[in-house]
T-cell receptor, first 111, second 116 residues
């Protein structure tokens, strides 16, 4: 799987939008961008995934640049419960492709 | 949503003993399951991939004779840590790929293993 680069940590005020960037400059044409998050001492939780179009669900929005070399996960109204480590991963959609986790971004939501 | 459970959620054992951790997909069939290990303040590290009815594929550096994986059914995979040592103390997490929908991968809540 292609590697991703994320900032080590970020802070955001409660109620504001949290924008988490991810670089994946070596992404292949058939690789999707996935976002997971891990709250302390729990298993990772799926957030969203996309190929090239922007995606939105009840948790977040995913903005992928036109060249697909980077993306941004947006939590529109961050709450204290969104404090977690956020992982950006690229992988092929089909088949039993393993998810390889990088170091992620530790997001802290401040009151 | 799809649920993956792990049992036990935490376990303390003595050096030299073996510990079995179960991973179950509760409401879907999983042809493929993954096992991860996570040390404090570190990311998840993939240990092995298990497919139902076949031998697991281990990542480089993971001892297959120490970490025994069995995926006997479409809803159950087990990880046995044999002859545990204190350095095996870690957070073990499993995940399951939903059969026929490989873009859906769900994680269990993890098992905290402490070896004394």
């Amino acid at each position: 799987d292609a590697k991703t680069t994320q900032p080590t940590s970020m802070d955001c005020a409660e109620g504001r939008a949290a924008n988490l960037p991810c670089n994946h400059s070596t992404i292949s044409g058939n690789e999707y961008v996935y976002w997971y998050r891990q709250i302390h001492s729990q298993g990772p939780q799926y957030i969203i995934h996309g190929l090239k179009n922007n995606e939105t669900n009840e948790m977040a929005s995913l903005i992928i640049t036109e060249d697909r070399k980077s993306s941004t996960l947006i939590l529109p109204h961050a709450t204290l419960r969104d404090t977690a480590v956020y992982y950006c991963i690229v992988r092929v959609l089909q088949g039993a492709q393993k998810l390889v986790f990088g170091q992620g971004t530790r997001l802290t939501i401040n009151p | 949503g799809a649920v993956v459970s792990q049992h036990p959620s935490w376990v303390i054992c003595k050096s030299g003993t073996s510990v079995k951790i179960e991973c179950r997909s509760l409401d879907f069939q999983a042809t493929t399951m993954f096992w991860y290990r996570q040390f404090p303040k570190q990311s998840l590290m993939l240990m092995a991939t298990s497919n139902e009815g076949s031998k697991a594929t281990y990542e480089q550096g993971v001892e297959k004779d120490k970490f025994l994986i069995n995926h006997a059914s479409l809803t159950l995979s087990t990880l046995t840590v044999t002859s545990a040592h204190p350095e095996d103390s870690s957070f073990y997490i499993c995940s399951s790929l939903r059969a026929g929908r490989s873009y859906e991968q769900y994680f269990g809540p993890g098992t905290r293993l402490t070896v004394t």
